[in-house]
């Protein structure tokens, strides 16, 4: 079942950031991810609008999304680091079975037991 990363970023250090975007990009890709959303205009409908950048990624099964995060290169993680302040968090896919299942979502932050 599919699992998803929700990423939400202010960007520091652009510079950084750029190198950051090409390289996590093409890691993500060979970990089999695919970004759902990056970046772009936000229109909200309700509440404030996130600070920053937000990413949605979509990975094939909820240890593909874990492993990706868990084994980013170490390099990739140095140039993240100072480059954006961030937040991540995971999701899986449910079916819902009816709309009142809609009111049941808690996501957790990678690394957390699910």
């Given at each position: 079942?599919?699992a998803?990363v929700?990423?939400?970023?202010?960007?520091?250090?652009?510079k950084?950031?750029?190198?950051?975007?090409?390289k996590?990009?093409?890691?993500?890709?060979?970990?089999?991810?695919?970004f759902?959303?990056?970046?772009?205009?936000?229109?909200?409908?309700?509440?404030?609008?996130?600070?920053?950048?937000?990413?949605?990624?979509e990975?094939?099964?909820?240890?593909?999304?874990?492993?990706?995060?868990?084994?980013?290169?170490?390099?990739?993680?140095?140039?993240?680091?100072?480059?954006?302040?961030?937040?991540y968090?995971?999701?899986?896919?449910?079916?819902?079975?009816?709309?009142?299942?809609?009111?049941?979502?808690?996501?957790?932050?990678?690394?957390?037991?699910?």
């Open positions: 079942m599919a998803y929700i990423y939400q970023g202010q960007v520091l250090d652009a950084r950031y750029d190198e950051y975007k090409t996590g990009a093409a890691s993500i890709l060979s970990a089999g991810g695919r759902l959303v990056r970046g772009g205009d936000v229109e909200v409908l309700e509440g404030e609008a996130p600070a920053g950048r937000t990413v949605l990624l990975f094939p099964t909820m240890q593909a999304a874990l492993n990706w995060y868990r084994s980013n290169d170490t390099a990739i993680r140095k140039i993240r680091d100072g480059a954006a302040r961030r937040t968090v995971r999701r899986r896919r449910h079916r819902l079975k009816s709309p009142s299942r809609l009111h049941s979502y808690r996501p957790q932050r990678l690394g957390d037991a699910h």
